[in-house]
């Protein structure tokens, strides 16, 4: 499995940012996903997930400002940021909303035993 994470960079207090995500090594419309940010210090939270149907939700911090969305024909899952405030400042990561295990061949693997790099945004105040 491969989770290919950019988008990030340094912007200013009320600015926007667009992340992508492209998920290899599964059929990724089969599965909810969602985009996780883990500050430093801080455990990683889940922030937005988008159901393989297209039905989102959000934690209550970002609601409001940030939208998921998802185009299955590109392997690819969005995360839309805008009015950014400085404590949105994390590492961001894409992987299923959830868990999983899945069965590829004759093996089999845990989606959260794997994260890629992530995309760094940093909110300057």
């Known amino acids: 499995v491969q989770l290919q994470a950019s988008g990030g960079g340094l912007v200013q207090a009320g600015g926007s940012l667009r992340l992508s995500c492209v998920a290899s090594?599964?059929?990724?419309?089969?599965?909810?996903m969602g985009w996780y940010r883990q500050a430093p210090g801080k455990q990683r939270e889940l922030v937005a997930s988008?159901?393989?149907?297209?039905?989102?939700s959000y934690e209550d911090s970002v609601k409001g400002r940030f939208t998921i969305s998802r185009d299955n024909a590109k392997n690819t899952v969005y995360l839309q940021m805008s009015s950014l405030k400085s404590e949105d400042t994390a590492v961001y990561y894409c992987?299923?909303?959830?868990?999983?295990?899945?069965?590829?061949?004759?093996?089999?693997?845990?989606?959260?035993?794997?994260w890629g790099q992530g995309t760094q945004v940093t909110v300057s105040s």
């Open positions: 992987n299923t909303a959830r868990p999983l295990r899945i069965y590829n061949g004759g093996s089999n693997y845990n989606t959260h035993d794997h």
């Open positions: 988008i159901s393989s149907g297209g039905s989102t």
């Open positions: 090594g599964y059929t990724f419309s089969y599965y909810d």
